[in-house]
C-alpha cells in the first residue's frame, strides 16, 4: 500500500493541482499504451505510466520475489509483455541461475536477451540448457526463433519441427509452425501442418485446429471426435487453453448445449478460472439456464480477481436482467402497493447498533413525513413494467431517504420517509405526482401518521433534472410551501443538498420546526461523493427489504457492487464516521440475504479498519458491528 499512498494520496506532489481540464476516461487510460492498469488493496482500477511502474513497483517488486521462483518468472513475463526486456536482465539471469525449474529459466532469459538483441547470449544459454538436461520443447522453439531472427530458414524449420516432435502442444511454436506453412500455402498448408502434428503422440492441441475446422464445415461428429480424443491425451487438470478454445469454437458456432456437456464436467474455477468460466456463463445464459451461470459466476466472483471485476459485473447485470425479463411475463395488471415508512437514518434501522446514537425526540415532536418514488420520464411505459434500477428511480427513492435523515438528525421533529412497495415486483415508480388531498389520505395510513407530508417529484424528461418539493399540512391537505432545484443527472448530490437546505427552512417558518445542531458523527460528503452517498443509501435499502416479511417479491443484484461502492467511498472519505456506520450497517445487512460472499471481503475490511481507524465512540460500535456480520 506504500507504492499507492504516494502515488495517489491528495497531498502527494506527483498528483499536483487538480487540472482545469477534463480528467481523461478509463477507456481512454486503457488504450493509452503508455499506461498501465493496476489494483490497489481494495480492489480500486488506477492507471500509472510505464515509466512510473518501473521506477515505483516493478524493481521493487522484481527484488522482493528474487527468492520465490513462481512470483519472479510471473512477474518477468508481464515486464516482457509491458516492454522493460532490457530492465529485468539482472533477474532473469538469477533465475535462471536459480529456478527448480531449469527449462523455464533458461527459456526465459533467452527470450529476454532476444527481446535485448542479444543473440549470441540467448543462443548460448540455450544450447547449454539442452546440453546439460536435455531436450525440452519450449527451449527447442526459442532456439528456433535466434536462427530465425538471424534470417536461417533452414535451420529454423528443422528445429522447430523437432520442438514440436518433443512437445507438440507448446501453443506458441504450434501456432508459428502452421503461420509458416500458411505464409507458404495458404490455409490448406496450414491444415495440413495441423494434421501432421496431430499425428504425433501425446498430441491434444493441434486436434482442436482440426475441430475448428470440422465446425466451421458443419461436421459436428468429426469435432466432436477429436475433441474426445484431446480430452483423453491431455493432461489433469485439463489445460486452460483446451476448455477454453473448445467452448470458445463450441460457442461460436451455435453449440451451446455441447459446451455444458463437454467442457463444464472438466471446469475448475480455481484452475481455469475466467477464460473458461466467462464461455460457460455465456453458454447457460443464453440457453436460459440463469441459475447455472448464477453458480458460474459466483465461483469466480470467490477466487478474488481484481481484473476479473469488469467481465463479472457485466455478467451480474445481464443475469439480473434476465431475470427481470422472465418475472415481468407475470405483471398483473392490477398492483397491490405497500408502503415502507422509515424513521429517521436508514442505517440506524433494522436492529441496528448505531440506533443508541439517535438523538431523543420529544413526545410531542412534529412529525415529518417524506414521500418520493415520483420520477416524469421523457418516455412512459404503456403499462406496469419491471426493470432494472436506473438514475431516476434511485435518485427519487435516495432523496426522501437523506430528507427524513437530515430531519431528524439536524432539527426536533422526527423524520420519516415513506417508499412504496409493489407487492410481487418491487420498488413502484410513479410516473405523476399524487394530488394533495391523496397525499395526506396517504400519509394517514402510516402507523405513526404524520403532521406534515412532503412530497418530492423528479423531472427527468430534459438533460438537467428538477427536483421539487411541497409541503402540504395532512390535517386539512393544505399546500403550504413549495420549492425547486435544478440538478445535473451525472452528479445531483450538490443539487440535493441545495434541496434539503430550502426544505429545512420551510419547515422552520411554516412547520414551527427548530434546528438543532447536528451530532458530531453525522457527515455527509460534498461534491461527487455527495451523490455516491445518495446511491449507497438507496442500494442499502434494496438489501434491507429483502429480508423484511411483510414485503414480496423484488430481487437482489450487483451486491459487490455495492459492497465495493460503500468500501471504496469509506476509503476516500476515512475518517468519515457515518459513512462507516452505513458501511457496517449493510454488512449487517448483507449477511442475512447473501452471507456467501462476505469471506470474499475479509482482507479488504481488515485493510480499511487498519490503514483508516475512526475515532470516537463510533469506532467501537463499528467494530462490533463488522464482527457480528462476518461472524468472527
Known amino acids: 500500500m506504500s507504492f499507492f499512498r504516494k502515488m495517489f494520496d491528495e497531498k502527494s506532489p506527483e498528483r499536483g493541482p487538480a487540472s482545469a481540464t477534463a480528467s481523461p476516461s478509463s477507456a481512454d487510460l486503457a488504450n493509452d499504451p503508455n499506461m498501465i492498469r493496476v489494483y490497489d488493496g481494495y480492489g480500486r482500477e488506477l492507471f500509472i505510466t510505464k515509466q512510473q ?26 515486464a516482457l509483455n509491458d516492454g522493460f526486456a532490457a530492465d529485468i536482465i539482472p533477474y532473469a539471469e538469477h533465475l535462471w541461475r536459480t529456478d527448480p525449474i531449469p527449462s523455464r529459466g533458461a527459456a526465459i532469459l533467452g527470450i ?43 535451420r529454423t524449420d528443422s528445429i522447430l519441427w523437432h520442438a514440436l516432435e518433443v512437445d507438440p502442444n507448446q501453443d506458441n511454436g504450434l501456432d508459428w509452425y502452421a503461420a509458416i506453412q500458411r505464409d507458404r500455402g495458404g490455409e490448406p498448408s496450414a491444415l495440413d501442418a495441423f494434421r501432421r502434428v496431430a499425428a504425433l503422440p501425446r498430441s491434444w492441441r493441434a486436434q482442436l485446429w ?24 491431455s493432461e489433469r487438470p485439463v489445460p486452460t487453453d483446451l476448455l477454453m478454445q473448445m467452448s470458445g469454437d463450441l460457442g461460436n458456432n451455435g453449440y451451446l448445449a455441447e459446451i455444458i456437456g463437454l467442457v463444464e464436467p472438466y471446469f475448475d ?5 475466467l477464460q473458461v468460466g466467462n464461455n460457460l456463463i455465456k453458454a447457460n445464459y443464453d440457453l436460459g439456464q440463469l441459475d447455472a451461470a448464477r453458480r458460474i459466476l459466483g465461483q469466480l466472483y470467490a477466487q478474488k480477481r481484481h481484473d476479473w471485476q469488469r467481465t463479472l459485473s457485466y455478467w451480474d447485470t445481464e443475469l439480473a436482467k434476465a431475470g427481470i425479463s422472465k418475472r415481468a411475463e ?61 438514475g431516476p428511480g434511485r435518485l427519487s427513492r435516495a432523496v426522501p431517504l437523506i430528507l427524513a435523515e437530515k430531519i431528524h438528525l439536524t432539527t426536533d421533529a422526527a423524520g420519516f420517509a415513506l417508499i412504496p412497495w409493489a407487492q410481487n415486483q418491487g420498488f413502484a415508480l410513479f410516473g405523476r405526482p399524487y394530488a394533495d388531498q391523496a397525499l395526506c389520505d396517504l400519509g394517514g395510513k402510516n402507523e405513526k401518521a404524520p403532521d406534515f407530508m412532503v412530497a418530492v417529484t423528479l423531472d427527468a424528461t430534459q ?46 417558518k411554516h412547520a414551527s420546526v427548530r434546528a438543532y445542531p447536528a451530532p458530531t458523527w453525522y457527515q455527509i460528503p460534498v461534491g461527487n461523493d455527495s451523490s455516491d452517498y445518495l446511491l449507497r443509501l438507496e442500494q442499502q435499502l434494496a438489501v434491507a427489504c429483502m429480508h423484511l416479511d411483510f414485503l414480496k417479491g423484488g430481487g437482489l443484484s450487483g451486491e459487490r457492487e455495492l459492497l465495493d461502492g460503500i468500501l471504496h467511498l469509506c476509503v476516500r472519505q476515512p475518517t ?46 463499528v467494530e462490533n458491528a463488522i464482527t457480528e456480520a462476518l461472524g468472527s
Open 463 to 508: 438533460s438537467l433534472w428538477k427536483l421539487a418539493l411541497r409541503l402540504v399540512r395532512r390535517e386539512d391537505g393544505h399546500r403550504i410551501a413549495e420549492a425547486q432545484v435544478e440538478a445535473a443527472s451525472e452528479n445531483p448530490g450538490p443539487a440535493v443538498e441545495r434541496l434539503a437546505a430550502k426544505l429545512l427552512k420551510l419547515l422552520a
Open 330 to 390: 407475470t405483471v398483473p395488471e392490477e398492483l397491490s402497493v405497500s408502503l415502507i415508512s422509515i424513521e429517521g437514518p436508514l442505517w440506524t434501522r433494522d436492529g441496528s447498533p448505531f440506533a443508541a446514537l439517535l438523538p431523543l425526540k420529544r413526545p410531542n415532536a412534529q412529525h415529518i413525513a417524506v414521500l418520493g418514488s415520483i420520477a416524469v420520464l421523457a418516455q412512459v411505459p404503456e403499462r406496469p413494467a419491471i426493470q432494472l434500477s436506473d
Open 112 to 154: 529476454v536477451y532476444m527481446n535485448a538483441n542479444r543473440l549470441d547470449d540467448a543462443e548460448g544459454v540455450l544450447n547449454d540448457f539442452i546440453g546439460t538436461h536435455g531436450e525440452d520443447g519450449v527451449v527447442l522453439t526459442n532456439l528456433a526463433k535466434v536462427h530465425s531472427r538471424r534470417l536461417d530458414s533452414a
Open 53 to 78: 511502474w518501473k521506477g515505483y513497483v516493478l524493481l521493487g517488486n522484481l527484488e522482493t520475489a528474487r527468492d520465490n521462483p513462481e512470483q519472479l518468472y510471473g512477474m518477468l513475463v508481464g
Open 269 to 273: 474455477p480455481a484452475f481455469h478460472g
Open 576 to 621: 468519515n464516521q457515518t459513512i462507516r456506520m452505513i458501511f457496517a450497517q449493510t454488512l449487517r445487512q448483507i449477511q442475512k440475504v447473501r452471507s456467501e460472499i462476505l469471506p470474499e471481503y475479509r482482507e479488504k475490511i481488515d485493510l480499511l479498519q487498519g490503514d483508516h481507524p475512526i475515532a470516537g465512540d463510533v469506532a467501537q460500535l
Open 210 to 233: 482440426l475441430a475448428r475446422d470440422a465446425l466451421q464445415g458443419k461436421d459436428f461428429p468429426a469435432a466432436e471426435s477429436l475433441y474426445t480424443e484431446a480430452l483423453g491425451r
